[in-house]
């Protein structure tokens, strides 16, 4: 069994189609002087933009939080031995362990050469 962070592909997918919905409202609201109409499209726009955001940053720091859980019980493992444990892909392992690295979270017996 494996304990990957939890994904939420569902979420993402309903925060980019409402984005993409409020665009699709505000363009020709816009086109047609309905003001108010595409005030509501570019709300939904923005809400939708800043939920996916959001939805990938969760993601990230879950991914984080499970690499350094990892490395805080075996500081040896190597982001491919990573990735299987974890059930993740090694580019996102390698992702999240530069993002360790670069906000010094990393222990230092953790750190990957160079």
Same mark, same amino acid.
């Given at each position: 069994m494996t304990?990957?962070?939890?994904?939420r592909p569902g979420a993402l997918i309903v925060c980019c189609t409402l984005a993409a919905l409020g665009a699709a409202v505000a363009v020709p609201a816009a086109l047609a002087d309905a003001? /108010? =109409?595409?005030? =509501?499209? *570019?709300?939904? +726009?923005?809400?939708? /933009? &800043?939920?996916a955001y959001r939805t990938v940053r969760g993601? !990230?720091? @879950?991914?984080?939080? /499970?690499? &350094? !859980?990892? *490395?805080r019980?075996?500081?040896? +493992?190597?982001? !491919? /031995?990573l990735a299987d444990q974890l059930g993740l892909r090694p580019a996102a392992v390698r *992702?999240? &362990? @530069? @993002? *360790?690295? =670069?906000s010094d979270q990393l222990p230092p017996? #953790? #750190?990957?050469p160079g």
């Open positions: 304990d990957h962070p939890i994904h003001y /108010a =109409v595409c005030a =509501v499209g *570019l709300f939904a +726009l923005g809400g939708g /933009a &800043l939920a993601s !990230e720091h @879950r991914t984080d939080h /499970a690499v &350094l !859980e990892r *490395l019980q075996d500081p040896a +493992l190597g982001p !491919e /031995a *992702l999240s &362990l @530069r @993002r *360790l690295t =670069v017996s #953790a #750190a990957p």
